[in-house]
């Protein structure tokens, strides 16, 4: 079992940057993909990015590559997403997720989301 707590979502302005933050314990991780997921209300979710645990390679959604950043900090088992340049469209509830691939379809593990609010 993995368990994903979330944290550092919020309300900003067009424009400016958040941080999430998802701290993961239980299994280990190196054979696990580690991503980001969001949804918007009336939509479906959507992959936005994630990162090969053991590998660090980096995945991203078209409409966030180069404003997003995914990282991993290894000794406290935290994935971050770093956003920036955040657009009105980028409002959604964050998941945190763990699976054998970054396909919404094959997660295993969700965190409980954290609500992005990105006013114009």
């Known amino acids: 079992q993995v368990q994903l707590i979330e944290s550092g979502g919020g309300l900003v302005q067009a424009g400016g940057s958040l941080r999430l933050s998802c701290a993961a314990s239980?299994?280990?991780?190196?054979?696990?993909?580690m991503g980001w997921f969001r949804q918007a209300p009336g939509k479906a979710r959507e992959f936005v990015a994630a990162?090969?645990?053991?590998?660090?390679?980096?995945y991203y959604a078209g409409s966030v590559k180069g404003r997003f950043a995914i990282s991993r900090e290894n000794a406290k088992n935290t994935v971050y997403l770093q956003m920036n340049s955040l657009k009105p469209e980028d409002t959604a509830v964050y998941y945190c997720?763990?699976?054998?691939?970054?396909?919404?379809?094959?997660?295993?593990?969700w965190g409980q989301g954290t609500q992005v609010t990105v006013s114009s």
């Open positions: 990162l090969w645990w053991s590998g660090g390679i980096t």
């Open positions: 239980g299994r280990t991780l190196s054979s696990y993909y």
């Open positions: 997720a763990a699976g054998l691939s970054y396909n919404v379809a094959t997660i295993d593990y």
